[in-house]
């Protein structure tokens, strides 16, 4: 295969869930431009899949996080893109540490702003790999 000397790369992206919402931001990047994504980036050397969560949703999002959990791993080609790439997308849930706060669009040249959506009334485009697990019915709210 064409691509065989170009590295998986391993992500970690974060289900921020408040009552039945989730945080959702519209891409600025070139992956998925345009689409709709959860939060999240790249897996640093040395990190936990928390302490990346935790990284990522601050430098984004401003959000301070907590009860992390791991609910479930993807593995995902983006072959359309001008640069393919191959990402193992590890997809946690978490809430906010602090009710209160309000997220702020800290990467501006990569998102177009959060907002909270309901999970009956997701936005449109969704990004790629999002999409593909909603068609599928996951659900990242807890059942109990
Ligand atoms: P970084 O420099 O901050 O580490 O990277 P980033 O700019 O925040 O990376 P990203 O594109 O937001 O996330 C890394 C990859 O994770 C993305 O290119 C593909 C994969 N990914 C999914 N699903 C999702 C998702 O819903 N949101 C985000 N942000 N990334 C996702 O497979
Ligand atoms: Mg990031
Ligand atoms: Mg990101």
Not at 54 to 69: A, V
Not at 100 to 128: A, I, M, S, T
Request: proline share 8%; aromatic share 10%; hydrophobic share 40%.
């Amino acid at each position: 295969m064409e691509n065989n000397k170009r590295a998986v790369e391993v992500a970690v992206v974060v289900f921020l869930l408040r009552g039945k919402k989730v945080l959702l931001g519209r891409r600025r990047s070139s992956v998925g431009h345009s689409t709709f994504s959860l939060p999240g980036g790249h897996l640093e050397f040395g990190e936990s899949f928390e302490e990346c969560a935790s990284r990522e949703l601050k430098e984004e999002t401003g959000l301070d996080i907590k009860q992390m959990e791991l609910l479930t791993v993807k593995n995902h080609l983006f072959l359309e893109e001008p640069e393919p790439a191959h990402y193992v997308t590890i997809f946690m849930s978490a809430v906010l540490a602090n009710p209160e706060q309000v997220p702020q669009n800290l990467e501006p040249h990569r998102c177009d702003g959060w907002d909270w959506y309901g999970w009956d009334n997701l936005p449109k485009p969704l990004f790629r790999p999002l999409e593909k697990m909603v068609q599928a019915g996951f659900n990242p709210f807890p059942t109990a």
